[in-house]
T-cell receptor
Framework: NAGVMQNPRHLVRRRGQEARLRCSPM?????VYWYRQLPEEGLKFMVYLQKENIIDESGMPKERFSAEFPKEGPSILRIQQVVRGDSAAYFC????????????FGPGTRLTVL | GQQVMQIPQYQHVQEGEDFTTYCNSSTTLSNIQWYKQRPGGHPVFLIQLVKSGEVKKQKRLTFQFGEAKKNSSLHITATQTTDVGTYFC???????????FGTGTRLQVTL
């Protein structure tokens, strides 16, 4: 049973470009969470999605950031017009049911904005 | 909003010494989880505590949930170099659909 998959593992973008991060949850998991981690800091919740629905996006910046989890395919976190401050590790986690269950984390995508 | 703080921020111990990290929430929690993140890695679930005053053990690790359900601790007995990493607590208030992660405690163990 494969774990949570994220790709790419490393992504380099220039300021103003778009970054698209993908997350495939574990088989049987329909709950996906995205977190951002700045160097030497903790994880900050961004968004919680179920298939085709955004449940909680209270941690998402209002502009430039969007997330989706379509009926078919991976969950996507999209960052438009990236800025240097977007450089961070972005982790996706999945669970078979809503919190308070254990979350299984993917390996993360390290985004560097030049 | 809810805040979860951990102390210490960093601790360096000699192998064989004990280690404790403390987690404090600004609000009452319905449950608390603990995760470990190795350098360059991703968080890995360790345990979940739900009941007030609950204590759970995993080999050399002892986890405790406070009576008021606003604090928690993780104690490692006789640390080993494999314990190196950052330990995060993460709380849920029960009404929210998300986990709020603590600030983390980075543990360094040397021989």
């Amino acid at each position: 049973n494969a774990g949570v998959m994220q790709n790419p593992r490393h992504l380099v973008r220039r300021r103003g470009q778009e970054a698209r991060l993908r997350c495939s949850p574990m088989k049987g998991h329909s709950h996906v969470y995205w977190y951002r981690q700045l160097p030497e800091e903790g994880l900050k919740f961004m968004v919680y999605l179920q298939k085709e629905n955004i449940i909680d996006e209270s941690g998402m910046p209002k502009e430039r950031f969007s997330a989706e989890f379509p009926k078919e395919g991976p969950s996507i976190l999209r960052i438009q017009q990236v800025v240097r401050g977007d450089s961070a590790a972005y982790f996706c986690a999945s669970s078979p049911s809503p919190i308070p269950n254990e979350q299984f984390f993917g390996p993360g995508t390290r985004l560097t904005v030049l | 909003g809810q805040q979860v703080m951990q102390i210490p921020q960093y601790q360096h111990v000699q192998e064989g010494e004990d280690f404790t990290t403390y987690c404090n929430s600004s609000t009452t929690l319905s449950n608390i989880q603990w995760y470990k993140q190795r350098p360059g890695g991703h968080p890995v679930f360790l345990i979940q505590l739900v009941k007030s005053g609950e204590v759970k053990k995993q080999k050399r690790l002892t986890f405790q949930f406070g009576e008021a359900k606003k604090n928690s601790s993780l104690h490692i007995t006789a640390t080993q170099t494999t314990d190196v990493g950052t330990y995060f607590c993460a709380g849920n208030t029960g009404t929210a659909s998300k986990l709020t992660f603590g600030t983390g405690t980075r543990l360094q163990v040397t021989l």
